[in-house]
Structure formats: structure tokens, C-alpha cells
């Protein structure tokens, strides 16, 4: 029970970090996920149609925002090439912290039937040295010790009657002895 304890604890430990690593490297997709998702609704607020006024003024503000709109359509796949990149280890620390969280809970449920077992085995030896001690006619004073059994659970046949034929009762309290 002793290094179940001290496994169980170490794979505990081994879970907690594996949790933290797993929360990080969600936190920093959902980041990118995130940004991502702003330099869409950035570039989708951009104007299609710069309006009226000179033409050489509409074509350079034009020119501006196609600039503007490429600067983002670069920057949003720079995201999710750095998303795509980061996806792997994330999906591999989810996969490390689930299979770290099976062990936990494979070692609490082995702790819980030894656990148990110990419980078990411990109720049965009370129970059993209650009937015993419920079988016997007298329990024996301070002191004292309770005779010797050739066989256990065999009752009548101590090492004092061990000579004596078979029926022969040396209790004078239950009568004859015949």
C-alpha cells in the first residue's frame, strides 16, 4: 500500500503539469484562433468602393486599401501557419494528459479494491475471533491462555486429550462424558 501511495501521488504530480501543459498550448490556439478571426472581420470591414471624387484620388486610395487588405491576408496566413504548427503538440499533450489521467484513475481504482480487500480481510478475522471466542464454554482469565488446537476449528481435541478415546467429555459441566 505503501508505493501505491507514493505511485499514485507521482502519477497525480505527472497529471497536474500534463493539465497545465495542455491548458497552455489551448490557450495559445485559441489566441491565434482568436486573432485570426479579427484580421478577418478587419479585413471584411474594408471598403469595396472608396465612393467619388477625383480619379486620381480614388485610384490612390484604392491602391491603400489593397495594400492594407494584402498586409492582412498575409498576417491571417502567417496565423494559421503558426496555428497549423502549434495543432501537432497540442493534439499530443491532449493525448499525453489523457492517457496520464487513465493511469490515475486505474491506480485510485486498484488503491480503492486494496483498500477494500484490507477492510475485508480485517472484518473477517474480527468476526472470526468473535466466534471463537463465542464457541467457547469458558474464556480464559487474565493471564491465561487459551489451550492449544491439534486441528483448527476442530473442537475437543486439544494436546491434553489427545490420548483419550473419541466421546469422552472432560467438562464435568456437560454431564456424564458417555
Known amino acids: ?3 501505491l501511495d507514493k505511485v499514485l501521488h507521482h502519477r497525480e504530480l505527472l497529471e497536474k503539469e500534463a493539465r497545465a501543459e495542455r491548458a497552455e498550448a489551448e490557450r495559445r490556439a485559441n489566441a491565434l484562433e482568436g486573432a485570426i478571426e479579427s484580421v478577418r472581420r478587419e479585413r471584411g470591414s474594408c471598403p469595396e468602393d472608396v ?8 485610384v490612390t486610395e484604392l491602391a491603400q486599401w ?8 498575409r ?3 502567417g496565423l494559421e501557419q503558426r496555428l497549423a504548427a502549434i495543432r501537432p503538440k497540442l493534439e499530443e499533450r491532449i493525448r499525453a494528459h489523457q492517457e496520464i489521467r487513465k493511469e490515475v484513475e ?8 486494496h483498500l477494500a480487500r484490507r477492510r475485508r480481510l480485517r472484518e473477517r478475522k474480527g468476526q472470526e ?3 471463537d471466542a463465542a464457541s467457547r464454554r469458558r474464556i480464559p482469565g487474565p493471564g491465561t491462555e487459551f489451550p492449544k488446537m491439534t486441528e483448527p476449528g476442530h473442537r475437543g481435541h486439544s494436546a491434553e486429550t489427545a490420548g483419550e478415546p ?11 462424558g458417555r
Not at 51 to 58: D, L, Y
Not at 66 to 73: D, F, K, Q
Request: no cysteine; net charge positive.
Open 1 to 3: 500500500m505503501f508505493r
Open 51 to 58: 465612393g467619388e471624387g477625383e480619379p486620381e484620388a480614388v
Open 66 to 73: 489593397s495594400r492594407y487588405a494584402e498586409g492582412l491576408r
Open 75 to 77: 498576417r491571417e496566413r
Open 106 to 113: 486505474g491506480l485510485r481504482k486498484l488503491r480503492a479494491r
Open 129 to 131: 475471533a468473535i466466534d
Open 166 to 176: 473419541a466421546g469422552t467429555d472432560r467438562n464435568p459441566d456437560r454431564g456424564t
